[in-house]
């Protein structure tokens, strides 16, 4: 065999060589793709099933007497990120995870991923009025996120969340009210009160980086929920229940649907090569709420109020400082303008939007991660160790004293999912402990343990290979 012969053929062995390194190193990307794929829907059919969704379109649940007024209480918007932070999250900027806090951060996402987080909280809780006392538990499905980069400087991000929610059932003390002249039994009245639902929010956004070191971005988001308070009068005789004697119930419910715009802006600011202060600013947009509310009164309807439920406008301001990529430092200032906002309330001969249930909201927000480091092969060292606690000011008014404030404080930790496709994705667990009260005789206490479990997936989507 001649030389030139033997250097073809020596050539074309190569080639093939090559060629099959190429086939194995798609096989093996599509493969991960599919071993990702898989684990994204198996996540989300876990956490489907453990969340209690007890009301049709619901996705998250309370427990607390203070969601019985107005539209419920307000559900904190944190993610996988910023949970474990104290919720702070308005100057933060990470390309590898999606921060739905401000919008502007999307156009930091990573130009190759494509980033997938979902998460879920239990509850553990205790209410407490005077000498009563009774214990809570439940949980909800909190946040369903994914993002990408979609252009140049420009990143998208869609996800599902709770924006309210309702639900409670307790009854009033029992109250005499006579005898019945037959048995001589003692009579006496109590109330039931048992409500449900919320506003869910499903939103899609876009960050631009507009400048070098400015962004902007904008969420667009539908709201989604039934509304329903139920009173239910009961009459008692020898402490058990008549049908002699009748009572009326009565019933407040809607099915509501609006959008929701909020906008986010981020300046990052260089400080040194390895350290950066990120400022953020976020706005949303109040209005009114189309759908009328009615009010039934034993099989008839008897009143509707016409659209009597606002959203509020609401602005924030955040500050976060990176060192390199082990040490995050973030704080948030929200205000929220509750007390133009109108709830449905029964005059002596009307049922009709009323302003004075609500008053503005000022959150304070205030958390840390710190990843010792990140590059190295030791397990321990790549965790993310987070911690945080907020503030929040009283946004109701009940019988013209202040409702509850809210505090919260608590810790978690990022664990890395390291196999061999993906080393980018992360397990967020986090532990919360949570305090509602509001001063004056006959309020109640709740406090609350909160469990935080959540997947934020990070997979290199868009890699191309190139084959020799």
């Keep these: 065999m001649k030389k030139t012969e033997i250097m073809k053929e020596t050539e074309g062995d190569r080639r093939r060589y090559v060629a099959s390194r190429g086939e194995d190193k798609r096989q093996h990307f599509d493969v991960g793709r599919a071993n990702v794929l898989y684990l994204l829907l198996s996540s989300f059919i876990f956490f489907y099933l453990l969340s209690p969704l007890k009301v049709s379109a619901q996705i998250s649940g309370t427990n607390s007497t203070y969601s019985r007024f107005g539209l419920g209480l307000p559900v904190e918007q944190s993610n996988g990120l910023n949970k474990s932070m104290g919720g702070a999250g308005i100057g933060v900027r990470i390309g590898n995870r999606i ?12 130009s190759l991923s494509l980033i997938f987080d979902v998460g879920m909280t239990g509850s553990f809780g205790k209410m407490k009025q005077g000498s009563i006392q009774v214990g809570t538990n439940n949980a909800s499905l909190d946040y369903v996120h994914a993002g990408m980069h979609v252009g140049k400087k420009l990143g998208l991000a869609l996800g599902v969340m709770p924006y309210t929610t309702i639900g409670y059932d307790f009854s009033s003390p029992e109250q005499p009210v006579g005898s019945d002249h037959n048995t001589t039994q003692s009579i006496t009245t109590t109330t039931y009160y048992r409500g449900s639902g919320g506003l869910n929010q499903a939103y899609i956004g876009l960050g631009w980086r507009v400048f070098r070191n400015i962004s902007i971005g904008a969420n667009v988001s539908f709201l989604w929920g039934q509304y329903e308070h139920r009173i239910s009068p009961l009459f008692l005789e020898g402490g058990y229940d008549n049908d002699k004697y009748s ?115 000022t959150k304070i927000a205030l958390g840390a991660q710190w990843t010792p480091d990140p590059l190295v092969k030791s397990y321990w060292k790549r965790i993310q160790y987070r911690a945080g606690m907020n503030f929040s000011t009283p946004f109701l008014k009940i019988n013209d004293r202040n409702g509850p404030v809210e505090f919260r404080m608590g810790a ?49 989507w868009f890699v191309k290979y190139k084959i020799e």
Excluded at 266 to 292: F, S, V
Excluded at 341 to 352: F, G, H, M, S
Aim: aromatic share 10%.
């Design 247 to 361: 009572s009326v119930p009565k019933v407040m419910n809607a099915s509501l649907k609006t959008y929701k715009l909020d906008f986010g802006m981020q300046y990052p600011i260089r400080l040194t090569k390895q350290d950066w202060l990120n400022l953020g600013a976020t706005a949303a947009l109040g209005h009114k709420i189309p759908q009328d509310v009615t009010l039934v009164v034993g099989s008839d309807t008897t009143a509707t109020a016409s659209s009597p439920f606002d959203l509020p406008y609401s602005f924030g301001f955040g500050a976060a400082w990176q060192h390199k990529n082990t040490f995050l430092v973030a704080a948030d200032v929200r205000h929220e303008f509750w007390s133009n906002c109108r709830v449905p309330a029964e005059t002596l001969d009307d049922y009709v939007p009323t302003k004075g249930f609500y008053k503005d909201m």
């Design 412 to 460: 978690g930790v990022g664990l890395p999912i390291t196999n061999k496709i993906n080393n980018r994705s992360v397990v967020n667990v986090g532990l919360q402990w949570m305090r509602r009260s509001a001063s004056g005789n006959g309020m109640v206490k709740e406090d609350y343990l909160l469990i935080n479990l959540g997947m934020t997936f990070n997979e290199r």
């Design 99 to 110: 921060n739905s806090t401000n919008p502007a951060s999307y156009s930091a996402i990573d």
